[in-house]
């Protein structure tokens, strides 16, 4: 079935630096992608999607990166905050019922 | 707003004995997921509802797990007998649209069951 990987599991940054987070998904027919912040303790939260017509998509400090050659997908964190200090997950969209495909996580941690 | 509310948000309970977990998704939402998170396999869908019906529940692991969505505000997973592998955290997510298409997945604080 399909999968969706990440590159790193853990990720050190200093605080101010900017973060780039890698995904790679397998299914090329997938037509939205979206990544989720989780804290711990709580339930993932949606940060930012992106549609397989677009390459690039910007939001408060983040912007997600789409390379659909390559089947690769990044979250860059502009000025990292402690606050962003979490697991992420970017998830696809794809197959029959549009189900969502979860990659395993990598997590931030922002150095003071 | 309320958001999802997930119940309990601890349990411990002992093999062989059953385990309800509820769910009530934001009101209007019409769309519901059961996922499981572990460190080994991360976040599988279990199941999904749309407007109460199942439409696909094929990341249910065994006949031990069942889930029901008797109106629009309620859910239940039941893992029944438990077994110290169901040990997870469980989550419940809704969604505005059918099969989840904006892709915002509004999540619970989830359950954390261990079973010993």
């Known amino acids: 079935g399909e999968s969706v990987g990440l590159h790193l599991p853990t990720l050190s940054v200093q605080e101010g630096d900017n973060s780039i987070i890698n995904c790679a998904y397998s299914?090329?027919?997938?037509?939205?992608f979206i990544w989720y912040k989780q804290e711990s303790g709580k339930g993932p939260q949606f940060i930012i999607d992106i549609r397989s017509n677009m390459d690039k998509r910007q939001g408060q400090r983040v912007t997600v990166l789409l390379n659909k050659t390559v089947k690769h997908l990044s979250l860059q964190i502009a000025a990292t905050q402690p606050g962003d200090s979490a697991v992420y997950f970017c998830?696809?969209?794809?197959?029959?019922?549009?189900?969502?495909?979860f990659g395993s996580g990598t997590k931030l941690n922002v150095k003071p | 707003d309320a958001g999802v509310i997930q119940s309990p948000r601890h349990e411990v309970t002992e093999m062989g004995q059953e385990v309800t977990l509820r769910c009530k998704p934001i009101?209007?939402?019409?769309?519901l997921f059961w996922y499981r998170q572990t460190m080994m396999r991360g976040l599988e869908l279990l199941i999904y509802f749309n407007n109460n019906v199942p439409i696909d529940d094929s990341g249910m692991p065994e006949d031990r797990f069942s889930a029901k969505m008797p109106n629009a505000s309620f859910s239940t997973l039941k893992i029944q007998p438990s077994e110290p592998r169901d040990s997870a955290v469980y989550f419940c997510?809704?969604?505005?649209?059918?099969?989840?298409?904006?892709?915002?997945?509004?999540f619970g604080e989830g359950s954390r069951l261990t079973v010993l």
């Open positions: 997510a809704s969604s505005p649209l059918a099969g989840g298409l904006t892709g915002e997945l509004f």
């Open positions: 009101s209007g939402h019409n769309s």
């Open positions: 299914n090329s027919a997938s037509d939205y």
């Open positions: 998830a696809e969209i794809g197959g029959p019922f549009n189900k969502f495909y």
